[in-house]
């Protein structure tokens, strides 16, 4: 049973645009969570992370927004750029599990220059 | 600044054989995780170490997978005998710190192809 679920496989968006990409989660113990982002033939790199005592988190062009109560968290790339395509890993932990991540499947992301 | 390294890049093998592929984690970092990569599963933890002692295993899919961390700077994942359905890529990565909001940082990973 999937407890981080990434469920669009894949986005495409126009360079300069927004790029969402969700996350859901279904344990409610999880307090803290992490954006990854993988290139073909490497190895996924952290992007951003928020705590759950938190609501947004930004870093330059990207925003991660949490949503305690409808376990959802989103991540914003704005403006999208063609060096933005890879594939994006959501992930979550709980405190105090020695840094434990779970893992959604990872989501596509294509920008059209 | 070498980052976790992993080797072999690429392993092709026949069902049956037995399979090791290696990981140096960063300098200094006291977590080392194994995952596993496919398309149905996405990225799953197999097995995590603090300390060079194995914490949580898991996620070892069967006992034909062990892991091992002789010391600080070393680990290897074994699968004997191994399976097609164990074609993925596998991924090493290390961490340093005792929470849950400690960075990990991955290696290259090690694509598995078993005929």
């Known amino acids: 049973d999937q407890q981080v679920k990434q469920n669009s496989p894949s986005l495409s968006v126009q360079e300069g645009r927004i790029s969402i990409l969700n996350c859901d989660y279904t344990?409610?113990?999880?307090?803290?969570f992490l954006w990854y982002k993988k290139y073909p033939a490497e190895g996924p790199t952290f992007l951003i992370s928020?705590?759950?005592?938190?609501d947004k988190n930004e870093d330059g062009r990207f925003t991660v927004f949490l949503n305690k109560s409808a376990k959802h968290l989103s991540l914003h790339i704005v403006p999208s750029q063609p060096g933005d395509s890879a594939v994006y890993f959501c992930?979550?932990?709980?405190?105090?599990?020695?840094?434990?991540?779970?893992f959604g499947k990872g989501i596509t992301l294509s920008v059209r220059p | 600044d070498a980052g976790v390294i992993q080797s072999p890049r690429h392993e092709v093998t026949e069902m049956g054989q037995e399979v090791t592929l290696r990981c140096k984690p960063i300098?200094?970092?006291?977590?080392l995780f194994w995952y596993r990569q496919t398309m149905m599963r996405g990225l799953e933890l197999l097995i995590y170490?603090?300390?060079?002692?194995?914490?949580?295993d898991s996620g070892m899919p069967e006992d034909r997978f062990s892991a091992k961390m002789p010391n600080a700077s070393f680990s290897t994942l074994k699968i004997q005998p191994s399976e097609p359905r164990d074609s993925a890529v596998y991924f090493c990565?290390?961490?340093?710190?005792?929470?849950?909001?400690?960075?990990?940082?991955f290696g290259p990973g090690t694509r598995l192809t078993v005929l």
């Open positions: 344990n409610s113990m999880f307090d803290y």
């Open positions: 300098s200094g970092h006291d977590y």
């Open positions: 992930a979550a932990s709980e405190y105090g599990t020695n840094s434990k991540l779970t």
């Open positions: 928020i705590s759950s005592i938190k």
């Open positions: 990565a290390s961490s340093f710190g005792t929470s849950g909001t400690d960075t990990q940082y």
């Open positions: 170490f603090n300390n060079n002692v194995p914490i949580d």
